[in-house]
C-alpha cells in the first residue's frame, strides 16, 4: 500500500507539474500575441504619418519668415531705443562734473559787484579757469598748441595770411584767433589761426 501512495502521489506531482508547465506556455502565448498586437498598433500609428505636402512645407515655411521677420522688427525697435535712451543719458557725467565750475561762476559774478579788490576778483577767475581746464584734462581733452609752429591743416584752419614780423614766423602761425581741441588724439574743434608770411 504504501507503494501505490508514493506512486499516486508521483503522478500527482507530476500532473501538477504538467498543468504548470502548461499554465507558463499559455500564459507566454498571451504575452507574445499582446507583443505582437502592441507592434501592429505601432506600425498602424507610423503608417498614416505621410510626407507633409507642398502646401503644407510651403505654409510652415511662410509661418517661420514672418514669426522671423516680426522677431528682427521687435529687436531693432527695442535697439533704437536704447540708443536713444542712452543718447540721453550719454552727457549725464559729463554735465555732473561741469556744475561745481558754473556754481563757481556764479559766486565770481556775485562777488564781482561788491568787490573792492580787483586782484581778489582776478585770482578768483584764475582758481575756475584752472578748474575748469582740469575737468577738460580729465576728459582727454587737450589744448592744440598752436604759436609759432608750422602751420598744419591737420590741425589748423587759417583765417587769414599777414607779413610776418621776422623771417623765422615765416609760414608759421603767428597769433590764434580762436583755440583748438584734442579730444583722446582726435582734433575736436581746429585752431583758427593767423599766418605768417
Known sequence: MVKKSNKS????????????KLNEEQVQEEIEK????????????????KEP???EKLAELQDRYLRLTAEYDNFRKRTLKEKIELQKSANENLLQAL??????FDRALQS??????????KEGLRLISGKFQGFLTLQ???????????FD????????????????LKGKVVDVIQKGYM??????????VVIGE
Do not use: C, F, M
Open 112 to 121: 564781482v559787484n561788491e568787490a573792492t579788490d580787483i586782484k581778489a576778483v
Open 9 to 20: 502521489d508521483n503522478q500527482k506531482d507530476t500532473k501538477v507539474k504538467t498543468e504548470e
Open 99 to 104: 556744475l561745481p565750475v558754473a556754481d563757481d
Open 183 to 192: 579730444l583722446n588724439d582726435k582734433v575736436l574743434r581746429y585752431s583758427k
Open 140 to 150: 582727454g581733452v587737450k589744448e592744440i598748441v598752436a604759436v609759432k609752429k608750422e
Open 53 to 55: 505636402t507642398v502646401e
Open 34 to 49: 499582446e507583443d505582437e498586437a502592441e507592434e501592429a498598433e505601432e506600425t498602424d500609428q507610423e503608417e498614416p504619418k
Open 153 to 168: 591743416t591737420d590741425l589748423h584752419e587759417a583765417i587769414t595770411k599777414i607779413p610776418a614780423p621776422t623771417k623765422k
